[in-house]
Nanobody
Framework: QVQLVESGGGLVQAGGSLRLSCAAS????????MGWFRQAPEKEREFVAG???????TDYADSVKGRFTVSRGNAKNTYLQMNSLKPEDTAVYYC????????????????WGQGTQVTVSS
């Protein structure tokens, strides 16, 4: 069992940047793949980015490729650097974890944080 807490959200103008952080606690493991999802008002939650347990492989939604970068410093911290933000990036962003051994990024996750609000003004 792992607990995830996101931070770093806020209000930013279009074209600006934010860096989200995900802090893990509890039964953390080196075998966790980590993902970022987002949910905009009246829309379903969507995959944004993910990273394997080794950090060697990342994956991104087409809508954020070239603008967002997911990284991890260790088993307890994962980051999402968001550049060139657009109003359509406005959403609650969630950190997620999954026990996953393969060097591919999964899309389904088992553990979730509570989310952090990102608002991008035009």
């Amino acid at each position: 069992q792992v607990q995830l807490v996101e931070s770093g959200g806020g209000l930013v103008q279009a074209g600006g940047s934010l860096r989200l952080s995900c802090a893990a606690s509890g039964r953390t493991s080196l075998n966790y793949a980590m993902g970022w999802f987002r949910q905009a008002p009246e829309k379903e939650r969507e995959f944004v980015a993910g990273i394997t347990r080794s950090g060697d492989t990342t994956d991104y939604a087409d809508s954020v490729k070239g603008r967002f970068t997911v990284s991890r410093g260790n088993a307890k911290n994962t980051y999402l650097q968001m550049n060139s933000l657009k109003p359509e990036d406005t959403a609650v962003y969630y950190c997620a974890a999954k026990i996953w051994l393969a060097d591919t990024v999964p899309r389904g996750y088992d553990y979730w944080g509570q989310g952090t609000q990102v608002t991008v003004s035009s």
